[in-house]
Antibody, heavy 120, light 107 residues
Framework: EVQLVESGGGLVKPGGSLRLSCAASGFTFSSYSMNWVRQAPGKGLEWVSSISSSSSYIYYADSVKGRFTISRDNAKNSLYLQMNSLRAEDTAVYYC?????????????WGQGTLVTVSS | SYELTQPLSVSVALGQTARITCGGNNIGSKNVHWYQQKPGQAPVLVIYRDSNRPSGIPERFSGSNSGNTATLTISRAQAGDEADYYCQVWDSSTNWVFGGGTKLTVL
């Protein structure tokens, strides 16, 4: 069974940092692209970042470019999101999601999300 | 940047057909994916590449895409179909884009 479990969320002050993790199981992690998607309270889905299976290709939304860094460790079946210079508008539930390794592949499995709250 | 436009809400009578649209410039040339999200839960893929259903998704869910509009159609709507629905596309200039979401109410 495919499982994606996010962790690392919590309360952080504006300007602070947080590192999210996503532990994957039930599939060959190294064969899939991985993604982060967030959802602010009461709002819609917003794509944050994507990383290809071998980390060769990395993409960021303009809203987080220069502040967030996506990475993965295929040996540990884990995906990460390092978030720096956090702002109130980064407050959201952050989901990790899997996608097959081809262009415009859908996000076929999602984790349950981890809540990040940026507040003083 | 590429944008997707969805109606904020759609209502459908129990057992009838609901249609949720997703508008975008020449969206017919792109692959459109649809997600269902129920309150407090993660999104679930219900249609991929315009009209394909993942395993486990009822045949009542179907999709189409042409011109400037993609459509998710839910036939014989059930109470359990009440949820938020999001369309998604990949655009070379914007990367991944989600529509703003549509709240489906089954009356």
């Amino acid at each position: 069974e495919v499982q994606l479990v996010e962790s690392g969320g919590g309360l952080v002050k504006p300007g602070g940092s947080l590192r999210l993790s996503c532990a994957a199981s039930g599939f060959t992690f190294s064969s899939y692209s991985m993604n982060w998607v967030r959802q602010a309270p009461g709002k819609g889905l917003e794509w944050v970042s994507s990383i290809s299976s071998s980390s060769s290709y990395i993409y960021y939304a303009d809203s987080v470019k220069g502040r967030f860094t996506i990475s993965r460790d295929n040996a540990k079946n884990s995906l990460y999101l390092q978030m720096n210079s956090l702002r109130a508008e980064d407050t959201a539930v952050y989901y990790c999601a899997r996608a097959m390794e081809y262009s415009s592949s859908p996000f076929d499995y999602w984790g349950q999300g981890t809540l990040v709250t940026v507040s003083s | 940047s590429y944008e997707l436009t969805q109606p904020l809400s759609v209502s459908v009578a129990l057992g009838q057909t609901a249609r949720i649209t997703c508008g975008g410039n020449n969206i017919g040339s792109k692959n459109v994916h649809w997600y269902q999200q129920k309150p407090g839960q993660a999104p679930v893929l219900v249609i991929y590449r315009d009209s394909n259903r993942p395993s486990g998704i009822p045949e009542r869910f179907s999709g189409s895409n042409s011109g400037n509009t993609a459509t998710l159609t839910i036939s014989r709507a059930q109470a359990g179909d009440e949820a938020d629905y999001y369309c998604q596309v990949w655009d070379s200039s914007t990367n991944w884009v989600f529509g703003g979401g549509t709240k489906l109410t089954v009356l």
